[in-house]
């Protein structure tokens, strides 16, 4: 009987291990709040509306890894803690969400620089923060997960200088001269939030690599185009940093098993991002898009009409309902970029019809939970 018992065991270690489907989605979530402590204050109150509706988004979509734009940090991740406990509550017929892992570490949103950034001759504005932000970890985003996140593995660029990008393209004055000084260009920070390298180990064993990130918007500067230059660096660092060619790099970066996500604030065709450097993320070969879809983003940008109207680009792939008269529009600004190494079984975004029993977590003004919708894709 042991003989057999052994014989038995021996054969299921040799037997092949399959890998399991997980989904991965990045969601810019809106939870940002006018204060230091106010977000953590709305979310242990327990009746917030907008954060009930992101709740059950969540629970419906059920990722396994998760990247949330837009959350503020506190040092001791009071508030996003606070959150997870929210997710692992069961709702109605929603069974809870629980996320055992997390990283989210200090970023450059609101930490003042000391400096005049943004060139309007004053300091300590939101403006003159290493990234916008009128206190420390506004608009921050966090990493959660079901599977094990390796954190003394993970790489954090979020004090990487802008300057130090290869052929940089930096904000300048009429004359040529650096905007809005050289002394300013000395210490800016390329990431306004933060870029992540961030190892997690799935079932099987094997390791995916979330690289995170959260681009500045392209928007609110002047004739120099502060904001849009940056969004596209922003966007550039990962092409250089899959090269290779990122000065702080202590190891090669991942050639498989990866993934690039976030709220990029830039559409391939439409809006004021910065098209040529997205389509190079896009289009590089080491990536796939699997071109998460919705039919309520085609509904949304039909009816809403206006901006929408003269868009280019495929309003099924949209993922922000934003204003649409002036502009921009509708627009694809939130994306998962799987390595082509990695399987894609199936991907969309989650944007119910009117008609849907959903609808209401998205709402008739189409920001009852957040002005972006959560992009989701199933791997293997």
Known sequence: MIRLALTI???ALALPVFAEPFRVATYNVALSRK???????????????????????????????????????????RALRAFLDVLAEDD?????????????????????SGLDLDGDGRIGDASDAFG???????????????????TDGAKDYSQFLARDLRNADLPVHDDGSPFPSAKAQSVQRLSSKGHWDVPIT???????????????????????????????????????????????????????????????NADPSDGEGNHQANKQLLNDERLQDPKPRSRGAVLAS????????????????????????????????????????????????????????????????GNASSDHRLVWVDLE
């Open 302 to 365: 039909e009816s809403q009409g206006k901006a929408n109207t003269s868009h280019l680009g495929d309003p099924a792939l949209d993922t922000a309902d934003w204003r649409d008269d002036p502009e921009p529009g509708n627009l694809r600004v939130d994306y998962v970029r799987p390595s082509k190494s990695l399987k894609v079984l199936d991907s969309g975004v989650f944007w119910p019809t009117p008609d849907a029993p959903l609808f209401d977590l998205i709402g008739l003004d």
């Open 35 to 77: 204060g230091p402590g106010v977000l953590l204050h709305d979310i242990v109150k327990g009746n917030d509306p907008q954060i009930s509706a992101v709740a059950n988004i969540l629970r419906q979509t059920r990722p396994d890894i998760l990247l949330i734009n837009e959350f503020d940090h506190d040092y001791e991740n």
């Open 9 to 11: 065991a021996a054969f």
């Open 92 to 112: 109605g017929n929603l069974a809870g969400l629980h996320y055992p892992y997390y990283f989210a570490p200090p970023q450059n949103t609101g930490v003042q």
């Open 132 to 150: 916008f932000g009128h206190f420390r970890g506004q608009y921050a985003m966090a990493l959660v997960s079901r599977f094990p996140i390796n």
């Open 202 to 264: 799935l079932p099987d064993g094997k390791v995916i690599h979330i690289l995170a990130s959260h681009p500045t918007p392209p928007v609110f500067d002047g004739p120099e185009d502060q904001n849009g230059k940056r969004n596209g660096e922003e966007i550039r660092f990962w092409t250089e940093y899959l090269d290779g060619r990122i000065e702080a790099q202590s190891a090669p970066p991942p050639q498989h098993g990866f993934a690039i996500m976030g709220d990029l």
